[in-house]
């Protein structure tokens, strides 16, 4: 089997699989965390998307592009091209794998959400005039928002860079990068889920206003 024929294969078996974990994230609550934001970053897919179906058919579709390439005799732009699709593939294979993990960081840090704005209902009349003073202004708000999304943009290029040294270093550093690549994952995770939660906070915020 040469390289073009694994990669079909192994979209194929990533495009189930994906399906299969696009439906399932569009049925969790917690997925509202999450959801709206790319998964990768615009450097390495041109697809945007919160789903991983669509960057799998973006992936499909070059795939194609390269068997006619290699079919033309453009040997020069078919290996640069199979560079990209070997990074993209295991971007997308690492992420599936950290699908579960990171929505389970969503669902902690939704029911700990929960649990505390249930005890501040409770406290609301009690502490207004304290809680006032606390309350982050909307200048605040969206300058933490804009750092927020600095941090995420540096977590993306982190894992587009590391996915680049992956694809080139020895076989016996490919698994000690791969769980390094599902670390930043998580890390991006984590660093949504904070946006989101503070786009929730500007919103009170502008209500309240």
Do not use: W
């Not at 694994?6 to 994230?25: F, G």
């Not at 670390?183 to 991006?188: I, P, S």
Request: with cysteine.
């Amino acid at each position: 089997m040469n390289q073009i024929d694994r990669l079909s294969t192994l979209l194929k078996q990533l495009a189930v699989k994906a399906k299969q974990i696009d439906k399932k994230n569009a049925a969790e609550k917690v997925h509202r965390l999450i959801e709206n934001n790319n998964l990768f970053s615009p450097e390495l897919f041109v697809s945007q998307s919160d789903r991983f179906s669509p960057y799998i058919e973006e992936v499909q579709c070059k795939v194609s592009k390269l068997t006619h390439l290699l079919n033309s005799g453009k040997v020069e732009f078919s290996t640069l091209s199979l560079q990209k699709i070997e990074q993209q593939v295991s971007a997308i294979s690492n992420a599936l794998h950290a699908n579960a993990a990171l929505h389970q960081a969503a669902k902690l840090s939704f029911d700990a959400h929960s649990k505390v704005k249930i005890k501040k209902s409770k406290a609301q009349n009690k502490y207004k005039d304290i809680a006032k003073k606390l309350v982050l202004t909307s200048q605040q708000l969206y300058q933490k928002l804009s750092e927020h999304h600095d941090f995420e943009r540096r977590l993306m290029d982190m894992v587009a860079e590391r996915e680049s040294q992956r694809i080139k270093c020895k076989a016996k550093d490919s698994a000690k990068i791969s769980a390094e690549v599902l670390a930043l994952h998580q890390r991006l995770g984590r660093c949504r889920k904070a946006i989101s939660q503070i786009e929730r906070d500007i919103e009170l915020a502008e209500k309240r206003g």
